[in-house]
């Protein structure tokens, strides 16, 4: 290829869509499948031991609270199964410390359950391994990423690549958003977009 451009974002529109179970403000079922294969999140919700959700809410979404979360997760399966999106955002909530928030406290959970299910991270590393071979001489790949856990795997591999010699960086440091570009698209708030360019001894070897 000559370019490459990979956007790690979640589509506004299956965000938005109460039906496919993504967004903790609004109702719906808890379902989280980017596609029709796979588990969705409420069979895996209300059986998942309680070790391994509060590793994957602390894995997957960076969740200092995991441990807390967790248990009360599962406490409250056990009085009956989490079917909704508002009833684990309330579950999550109430677990929660209390205090002045910018964010939902059920964020990082919600990320975290997401990630896991349709094994984004994993999708990211096989294609980050696969890059050098798709790239031309002097084609360029740019990697939009809108969390740490991806963009530092996009960091990672880019300058172990330009170590190597297979890549040249475009970029330095990773670029932000501009305040104007956030005030109109405030969902772009996090981005960071970072790039390297094929080098031809990266191609020869």
């Known amino acids: 290829a000559d370019g490459i451009l990979l956007d790690l974002g979640v589509a506004s529109p299956q965000i938005d869509s109460a039906a496919r179970g993504f967004s903790y403000r609004v109702e719906g079922p808890l379902d989280m499948r980017m596609t029709p294969e796979g588990i969705p999140a409420r069979e895996w919700i209300n059986h998942v031991p309680e070790k391994e959700l509060a590793d994957v809410l602390y894995q997957y979404g960076e969740e200092r609270h995991s441990r807390r979360i967790a248990r009360?997760?599962?406490q409250a399966r056990t009085r009956s199964p989490i079917r909704g999106t508002s009833e684990l955002a309330e579950i999550i909530r109430r677990a929660?410390?209390?205090g002045p928030r910018r964010l939902h406290p059920a964020r990082r959970s919600f990320q975290a359950i997401r990630i896991y299910l349709n094994r984004e991270l994993e999708h990211l590393d096989r294609f980050l391994e696969t890059l050098p071979a798709l790239l031309k001489d002097g084609g360029r790949c740019v990697v939009i990423s809108y969390h740490s856990l991806e963009d530092?795997?996009?960091k990672t591999a880019f300058r172990e690549g330009v170590?190597?010699?297979?890549?040249e960086a475009l970029t330095r440091k990773p670029l932000r958003p501009t305040d104007e570009e956030t005030a109109?698209?405030?969902r772009s708030r996090s981005a960071r977009v970072r790039g390297v360019r094929r080098t031809a001894k990266g191609v020869a070897a």
Do not use: E, K, M, T
């Open 163 to 167: 170590r190597q010699d297979l890549y």
């Open 96 to 98: 929660s410390p209390s």
């Open 152 to 154: 530092r795997r996009v």
């Open 72 to 74: 009360a997760i599962v």
């Open 184 to 186: 109109s698209n405030p």
